[in-house]
């Protein structure tokens, strides 16, 4: 509703403050596009600045006589009030300004004429006196004998039959003046130099070339010039005798044409005559323009004249639009002081009105949201209070289950235990259905690749994955931080036969393990005290020593949202309780599997045991928190290569980790302790100083940090089959 108002009272001042002054459409229709047409439309334009309310639409018929019929429709359907019209022919145009005539629109016909009566005024140069007087003077400048060929105008236009007429008439009695040929054209250039090329008679035999143009007269004298010299060319002559770079008045200054004809354009003339009409006042039907010859004696001063009112033209047309600047800006100064005004208080309004709702809606959705996050937190606690029982009945059952001597117990026995089994399962679905009706959220989907698919449980790995520690017989370590300690006990009596357990009571606790012990896998709960196990997972990835280390979270949270916050965090898998076992164990053996191939490929990727020295932590781009690492350890062994007691004690003090943080960080990304890393960083260095360099053995010795030149030897062989002497040979 407030948008509507706003809009009503918009459209009120724009109306109240609108001019209502009186708003006239004219089309106008031209027949061709030329430098006389553009001349007076360019004076159509000026003198419609004068005159306020008054929209001018111009088209071009290009010569086209069914073009400018389609033009005129046209202009009919865009509402003009006015048609100024220059007919392309006689017959073909004319019924299209019929129809515009008997629309009631007023139409004047200016420079042709039509084959109707229908029209409101017309307006046009005597084009029969023209004719008339350009054959008069032809005649005279040719003392009275010589041949004449003369170019016409668009057949059936009523300036070329009229030009033509009063040509011929200028002749009668003269007999030794002839034209011996009366060569087709259309108005253009191109039109009359293509006759006169065409033309089969002799060129060299005419003494005057009259145009019933100036661009005729100059596309006649362009043909001539390509079959004689320019002193033998006859005399050209032309009508319009317009201003401008390229115009008549020009050209027989310059001695291109002898003569040509003023047929003025008055576009200014035109434009007050057709507001006249509009406006009801009196107007002359017939309008005879008045025009002059132009000659080489005239040509100059009338340049001069024509240049003088251009210019006085372009700087009137520059006044009028700054005038009519200052005008709108006068005349629109009240309404837009009213309309800011206006939009000021419906602007201030608004933001009053948009503040108390964005206010009373934050409060509503903090109050939501705060309800919700209420909601979401007590159905959370509820599952995990829920489901920590259920796991320690359900998985339990399982193992008992599975056990031989429920096995071999009697049929009532192992019914009474599927009751059990199948009941607890019922529970599960009657907590998750609550749940899922509670918190508005779709039953919980496990997105860790069909972990609790039922077809996936019985799936075994091979517990022996090149699973090795420095004395080759530790078991994989395996951290467990959860703080109900009856799920660790669950969870030791699932893994104690398989791996060497570790186990904390909340995230901080589980932290300062992993960075102490650096286990091979951890099991996190994630509702916890002190630290809960997102916040934990994520100390644990950031962190240099832990960051390789595979997590699990186990946890009662089972909703998509709980699950994606897991992974964000940085678990690698996310388990929801009650969970089976041989679930757990399988995803356990897997994720240690993944960090065995990705130790083999990283090892390919970094050359661990052919190119050690050729990187350093300058070159290598890091990545991620493990290549930074082993960068680091690779720069350490490099700068202290040449020092005989180097000790994974010494390396271990340059990257603030201990002995054994750094061997087992080392060596589960690796695969290789950082002993042997050492060692193979020195014999790859030797390799390259013998067959690089011109250095004794023993000097490659000293500076690869053996102390004895013949356990340097003996080493040597051991990694390459060769003695150093060999490699030299």
């Known amino acids: 509703m407030r948008n509507y108002i706003l809009f009503f009272l918009f459209i009120t001042l724009l109306i109240s403050c609108s001019d209502n002054g009186k708003h006239y459409k004219i089309g106008v229709s031209q027949c061709s596009e030329d430098i006389w047409r553009d001349w007076q439309n360019a004076e159509l334009r000026m003198e419609a600045n004068f005159h306020e309310g008054v929209e001018l639409f111009f088209s071009s018929a290009d010569d086209n006589s069914e073009r400018q019929i389609q033009q005129i429709d046209s202009l009919v359907n865009l509402g003009i009030d006015l048609l100024i019209v220059a007919p392309n022919q006689l017959a073909n145009v004319s019924p299209a300004i019929d129809r515009v005539y008997d629309k ?78 009366t060569l087709q054209g259309d108005w253009t250039e191109e039109t009359a130099y293509k006759v006169v090329k065409e033309y089969q008679g002799d060129l060299s035999e005419i003494d005057f070339v009259f145009g019933h143009n100036d661009r005729t007269a100059m596309g006649a004298r362009k043909a001539f010039l390509e079959v004689m010299d320019e002193k033998d060319l006859p005399l050209f002559c032309g009508i319009d005798g317009l201003p401008g770079e390229n115009g008549g008045i020009r050209q027989v200054r310059d001695s291109l044409l002898d003569a040509s004809y003023i047929y003025p354009t008055r576009g200014d003339q035109l434009l007050q005559l057709a507001l006249d009409i509009l406006d009801g006042k009196p107007y002359q039907k017939e ?19 024509s240049d003088e009112v251009m210019r006085q033209a372009g700087n009137l047309e520059k006044l009028h639009q700054k005038a009519d600047g200052y005008l709108k800006q006068l005349a629109n100064q009240q309404m837009l002081t009213l309309l800011a005004i206006g939009c000021a208080v419906l602007f201030l309004i608004l933001l009053i009105i948009i503040y108390l709702y964005q206010r009373q809606k934050a409060k509503i959705n903090a109050e939501r949201g705060k309800m919700e996050r209420e909601q979401l937190d007590f159905y959370s606690q509820v599952s995990h209070e829920l ?95 959860d703080d109900n300690d009856d799920i660790r006990t669950y969870l030791r009596t699932i893994l104690h036969n398989k791996y060497q357990l570790f186990e904390a009571a909340d995230g901080q606790q589980g932290l300062n393990c992993a960075r102490e012990q650096v286990p091979d896998l951890i099991i996190s709960d994630v509702m916890m005290p002190v630290m809960n196990g997102l916040e934990f997972c994520q100390h644990i990835k950031k962190d240099i020593i832990t960051s390789h280390i595979p997590v699990i979270l186990l946890t009662a949270r089972a909703l998509n949202k ?16 009650p969970f089976s076992p041989d679930v757990l164990t399988a995803r356990i053996n897997n994720l240690m599997r993944n960090r065995h191939l990705l130790k083999d490929i990283w090892m390919q990727t970094t050359q661990c045991h052919d190119n050690t020295s050729s990187t350093t932590s300058e070159n290598v781009e890091t990545q991620n928190v493990e290549n930074e690492f082993i960068c680091r350890f690779k720069a350490v062994v490099e700068e202290k290569m040449m020092d005989s007691d180097l000790s994974v004690e010494m390396i271990g003090q340059e990257l603030n980790l201990s002995r054994v943080q750094l061997y087992r960080k080392v060596k589960a990304l690796t695969g290789c302790s950082p002993v042997d890393l050492v060692k193979k960083a020195r014999m790859t260095e030797a390799m390259k100083l013998l067959t690089e360099t011109q250095l004794s053995i023993s000097e490659i010795a000293y500076k ?22 060999d490699i030299r040979k």
């Open 387 to 481: 489901r920590t029982p259920l796991t320690l009945i359900e998985g339990p059952l399982t193992q008992l289950a599975g056990t031989k001597e429920m096995q071999n117990a009697g049929k009532e026995t192992t019914e009474l235990l599927d009751i059990v089994r199948r009941n607890t399962g019922k529970l599960t679905d009657l907590i998750n259905k609550m749940l899922d009706v509670q918190v508005g959220k779709e039953q919980p989907k496990d997105i860790i690749d069909d972990e609790q698919n039922d077809t996936h449980v019985n799936e075994r790995i091979d517990q022996d994955v090149n699973v090795q520690t420095e004395a080759d017989i530790d078991l994989p370590t395996v951290l467990i931080v």
């Open 104 to 181: 009631g629109i007023p139409v004047i016909v200016f420079e042709r004429k039509t084959d109707s009566h229908k029209y409101t005024a017309f307006v046009s140069a005597d084009n029969d006196e023209m004719g008339k007087l350009m054959g008069e003077y032809i005649v005279n400048r040719l003392n009275r004998q010589g041949k004449i060929m003369e170019i016409m105008g668009l057949k059936g236009s009523s300036p070329a039959d009229e030009r033509h007429q009063g040509f011929r008439e200028a002749l009668e009695g003269n007999p030794n003046v002839s034209v011996v040929a």
């Open 562 to 577: 709980h699950q994606i916050e897991g992974y964000e965090s940085g678990a690698d898998a996310y388990i929801t309780k």
């Open 704 to 725: 690869t940090g053996f102390t004895s030149p013949s356990y340097f030897s003996k080493c040597f062989k051991e990694e390459f089959g060769k003695v150093p002497g």
């Open 287 to 305: 309008t005879n323009l008045t025009s002059a010859l132009v000659t080489r004696e005239n040509a100059n001063v009338l340049l001069l004249e």
